[in-house]
């Protein structure tokens, strides 16, 4: 099973809102990741998450707030977010050790900010 | 830093062969990636190099040269269903992955 899942598949938000994104994967996976990607362009590292600490902040705005409450779980709050955060938000998670450490990514959270 | 540069668009014939190329310049290179990318869907895993050479995959093949810091993704007897954007990735220092820019490619019938 090499299966990440995500929610909510869409999100609509405001500019003043407080929402978050979820993911979660059960491979036994101690690396976990979240990255922005635009339309027509590649995905961008955000944070990554091993073992269940934050190990890599790519300079994301503090608009952005990740969370691992477990080993399972990963969480992206957002809040003041801006029009130019529209994108696809995408979950991934790796074994995090030595050897392939083969990404598996989830199916995404295609979110608008108005 | 890193850079990985990738042809922006390709198109193909189905059944035909086509080579996707990535050039890479990256510090401390621990692994080479390739994921397919159908629109509006998540990249998916398709193959991994790390020593030189090649590795297949059935209708898929990678190749590795670190020397000169290049790769290629061969798709053999392409397939409609095979039109999509195919992204080169190159782990470098710790878990840190960077991904080239895509090539988008039209398979043709």
């Known amino acids: 099973d090499t299966e990440v899942t995500q929610t909510p598949k869409h999100l609509v938000m405001g500019m003043t809102n407080k929402k978050s994104l979820k993911c979660e994967q059960h491979?036994?996976?101690?690396?976990m990741y979240w990255y922005k990607q635009k339309a027509k362009k590649p995905p961008e590292l955000m944070f990554v998450y091993s073992y269940e600490k934050l190990s890599i902040n790519e300079s994301v705005p503090s608009r952005f707030s990740p969370e691992c409450p477990n080993s399972s779980l990963l969480n992206l709050h957002l809040h003041a977010l801006q029009p130019e955060d529209s994108a696809l938000y995408l979950c991934?998670?790796?074994?995090?050790?030595?050897?392939?450490?083969?990404?598996?990514f989830g199916p995404g959270t295609r979110l608008t900010v108005l | 830093g890193q850079n990985i540069d990738q042809p922006t668009e390709m198109t193909a014939t189905e059944g035909a062969i086509v080579q996707i190329n990535c050039t890479y310049q990256?510090?401390?290179?621990?692994?080479l990636f390739w994921y397919q990318q159908h629109a509006g869907e998540a990249p998916t895993f398709l193959s991994y190099n790390v020593l030189d050479g090649l590795e297949e995959k059935g209708r898929f093949s990678s190749f590795l040269s670190r020397s000169k810091g290049y790769s290629y993704l061969l798709l053999k007897e392409l397939q409609m269903k095979d039109s999509a954007s195919y992204l080169c990735a190159v782990r470098a220092r710790g878990q840190n992955f960077v991904f080239g820019p895509g090539t988008r490619l039209s398979v043709l019938p």
């Open positions: 491979m036994g996976h101690r690396a």
């Open positions: 991934a998670s790796s074994q995090g050790g030595s050897g392939t450490d083969t990404q598996y």
């Open positions: 990256t510090s401390g290179f621990n692994g």
